[in-house]
Structure formats: structure tokens, C-alpha cells
């Protein structure tokens, strides 16, 4: 559904009421080019100002509820996911939309206008990869009683429960995966919705200004007034129309299932927030370089930290002088007077600490088990230690020789067997353990 970019084949407007403000609102979509993203412009405001997609333009505007505002400095437009979703169900990556007022034309109050004015004017496939999300764990929000969850999932799926505490809108459920066909015949028609006693609340705080029986499905006791529903589930799919839209100000579709109780707008943008931080840690991941050995033998101090995580005072390792990657390998500690731990261990007669030279042993040991490619982009914890011994101190001006070799390397643990020595004679050894995560961990 989203593997290439795609913007409309041409330029079309579309003009009606804003929802809540009541404003006339014209709203002009103009193609645009790969990977411009889309864009809305505020063409009646000075400077026209650009408002792109993106989670850090979305506004949470408590004097204008139940709908989704995005915005920039001073501009804003209300009530976007309408459209958002015809775009994400369409699969459109790329598109600029002139917009005149503070909000889009609620039309009949869901995205079937929207929807057919794209088919008419047409979408144009761009030959440029279209990026998407990959849900890689899961995650989730709760609020009062309302929830949404998301996992894993290879494509995108949405299954939504709506329940209120009213006689005709018992509960309803509405499951799909989510592509062009399912979403133009099963969510783009549903309309907005509220109970009637919301729309005189809304009315006497002077919003709905532009809701009416035809836009909106305004229920009473007795059911829908003036009007009749499209589906029986109407109200369920509605949600998930804008749920779609919501999810889309992330910038790219996503590929994950979807399991959401009650939930609405301010609920499905804690969960936008949520999976923005895990693309944000997903892209600190990738940035990060895997070291190379590439045939080396040895490894100075620049490339331990890159491999390692410690530093000064607390990295224990020099350089590593020899080296059989994710198998064996030899560290030295160069060990001085100005080492920071002689200040306060045995002042007068300096001696290095015996648990340093264990954890100069672990370090050594982290460099050698994250050379094996399986590990890159980990961090090595020190998981346990078993039969230490110190056989001789090691004072200032002692070079001490770290011999490390991999007993076992598991995906999620590797075992080592260390020697520390110096001028040939064993300092310290020991047999350790390590577990493995993920470096993000770090960040």
C-alpha cells in the first residue's frame, strides 16, 4: 500500500463550513514533490505561514475539543483528521494544502467528500521509496478508563471498541486491516457523531457553529435525529476514521495492529507521541556505527570508546594490543600515580584496588564479545562473577596485561575466563559473566 510515494495528479479545492468555528473555508491541494511531505499553508495570515506534518506541530487546543489542530507560532487549523485520514487510506505522501481560515471545510463530517476529490483529480505515483513506521514492541496509553495498545503487526490494523454509557449507543466493534479498497468502502463514509446533550453544551460554549443534523449524527434517546446511518457500526468506524487521520500527523504510515477501547483524539495522540519516540530511538539506533574490526589486530583508545560506554575516571582500558574478534583477546592498563583511585585507596602506600582489576578484566572482556557482528549495536552488562583470586599487587608504574578468551557466546550471555598480569605474573583472575540489551538503552 505505501511502498512508493504518491502525491495527486492535479490541482483541486474544496470549500464548505468549519465544524466547530463556522467559518467558510476554502482549502486548495496542489501536488508536490517526493519527499516534500505534506504541508498546509495559511494563505491569510502574513507571511503565509507553513504548518507541516509533524508530531512537534500538533496542538492540543482546549478551547476547540473533540477535534485534532496542528500549528505553528500563531497559525493553527482545526480539525484535520478528517483529511489526514483520506490521505493516509489513499496512501498520498506528498501534498501542499492552501488553506484560508483557521479550519478545513467540515463537508458531510467524514472523508467521502475528501476521498472523491482525490479519485477525481487523480494520484500520481512518484519513483521514490515511501518510508513507514515498523511497530517493533508494543505499546500503550490508558485515561479514565479508555485505552489503546499497539503491537507488531506486517501490515496496518485497527480494531476498536466503542461503548457509552447510552441506550442506543450500546457497544460496538469494528475490526480491518487498514488498505485503499477497506478504507474507501469501510471507514471513509462514517461521519462524525454526538450525543444530543453534548451538542447544547458545545452549542452554549460557541462551538459547532458549523454542525448540523447532515454533518453530524446527533443521537437522542431514541436514536439518530433527522438522519439515518450509513453502517450500523457508524459510530465505531467513525472512530477509527479518525484514528487514522491522528496517526498520520506522525509524518508516514505505520505497520502495526491496533487494539483501541474508547479512545479518542487526546488518547490517540498520547499514543502518536509514544511511537514517535521509539522512531526517534529506532534512528539514534541506526545512526549509531557498528565497529569494524577489518582484519586489525589491535584496537586503540578511540575505537574502545566507541565500543564502550565508560569513561574517565572510570575506563580501565588502554589499549588492546591483540585481539580475535568475539573471541580472545589482550587489554593493557597503563597504571600511574595519577590514576584517580589512589588518592583515597592506601595513600601512603598506593596499591590498586583488587575490584578494578576485575572490572579492567570485564572491560577488556565487553570489547572482545562486542567485536562479534551478532552484538553489534548492544551494550554488555556484567552479569556475574565467579573464582576471583589476587595472587600479587599492582601499584603505580605496573603495566597490567588483561588475557580474556570467550568460554561461551550465547545471544543473550557470553561467559569469559580473565587473567590480569604484570611483568608475566598473575595480578587477578577470575570467570565472568555478561548480558546483552540493546545500546539504546543508553540513550
Avoid: W
Wanted: proline share 5%; hydrophobic share 40%.
Amino acid at each position: 500500500m505505501f511502498n512508493q510515494q504518491k502525491t495527486i495528479g492535479r490541482e483541486f479545492y474544496l470549500e464548505g463550513m468549519g465544524l466547530h468555528t463556522g467559518c467558510h473555508a476554502r482549502m486548495v491541494c496542489k501536488p508536490a514533490g517526493a519527499n516534500a511531505g505534506i504541508r498546509f499553508v495559511r494563505v491569510d495570515l502574513p507571511g503565509r505561514p507553513v504548518i507541516a506534518v509533524d508530531p512537534s506541530n500538533i496542538h492540543i487546543d482546549t478551547g476547540i475539543p473533540r477535534c485534532t489542530t496542528i500549528g505553528k507560532g500563531e497559525a493553527a487549523i482545526h480539525t484535520v483528521e478528517h483529511f489526514m485520514s483520506v490521505l493516509c487510506g489513499l496512501g498520498i505522501t506528498n501534498l501542499t494544502v492552501e488553506v484560508d481560515t483557521v479550519e478545513l471545510p467540515g463537508l458531510d463530517g467524514s472523508g467521502r467528500d475528501f476521498l472523491k476529490a482525490i479519485q477525481e483529480a487523480g494520484i500520481a505515483g512518484q519513483d521514490v521509496e515511501a518510508p513507514y513506521l515498523e511497530i517493533t514492541e508494543p505499546l500503550g496509553v490508558e485515561l479514565n478508563g479508555c485505552a489503546i495498545f499497539i503491537t507488531p503487526a506486517p501490515d496496518f490494523k485497527v480494531s476498536y471498541v466503542l461503548d457509552y454509557d447510552h441506550p442506543f449507543l450500546r457497544a460496538q466493534f469494528f475490526s480491518a486491516t487498514i488498505d485503499a479498497k477497506t478504507f474507501q468502502e469501510a471507514v471513509a463514509p462514517a461521519r462524525t457523531f454526538c450525543l444530543q446533550g453534548e451538542a447544547e453544551e458545545l452549542r452554549t460554549r460557541g462551538l459547532g457553529k458549523g454542525a448540523n443534523y447532515d454533518n453530524t449524527l446527533v443521537v437522542g434517546e431514541k436514536g439518530v435525529i433527522k438522519n439515518t446511518v450509513r453502517f450500523p457500526d457508524e459510530f465505531a468506524r467513525h472512530k477509527v476514521l479518525d484514528f487514522i487521520g491522528d496517526l498520520y500527523l506522525l509524518g508516514m504510515p505505520i505497520r502495526g495492529h491496533v487494539f483501541a477501547v474508547k479512545s479518542g483524539h487526546t488518547l490517540n495522540i498520547q499514543l502518536l507521541k509514544k511511537i514517535y519516540q521509539q522512531k526517534e530511538k529506532l534512528q539514534r539506533k541506526s545512526r549509531r556505527p557498528a565497529f569494524k574490526l577489518d582484519g586489525n589486530r589491535e584496537i586503540n583508545i578511540g575505537d574502545i570508546m566507541r565500543i564502550l560506554p565508560h569513561r574517565y575516571p572510570f575506563l580501565l582500558v588502554d589499549r588492546v594490543i591483540e585481539i580475535e574478534k568475539g573471541k580472545k583477546g589482550v587489554g593493557i592498563k597503563n597504571v600511574t600515580i595519577n590514576d584517580n583511585f589512589f588518592q583515597g585507596h592506601f595513600p601512603t602506600r598506593p596499591v590498586m584496588p583488587g575490584v578494578l582489576m576485575v572490572e579492567a578484566m570485564a572491560q577488556t572482556a565487553g570489547v572482545v564479545i562486542l567485536t562479534n557482528e551478532a552484538h553489534h549495536g548492544k551494550v554488555a552488562f556484567f552479569l556475574a562473577v565467579d573464582k576471583v583470586k589476587f595472587r600479587r599487587v599492582v601499584t603505580p608504574g605496573d603495566q597490567l596485561v588483561m588475557e580474556v578468551e570467550v568460554i561461551r557466546d550465547r545471544p543473550k550471555t557470553a561467559q569469559i575466563r580473565a587473567l590480569a598480569k604484570v611483568d608475566g605474573e598473575i595480578a587477578a583472575e577470575a570467570e565472568m559473566v555478561f548480558s546483552f540489551t540493546d545500546a539504546s538503552y543508553l540513550d
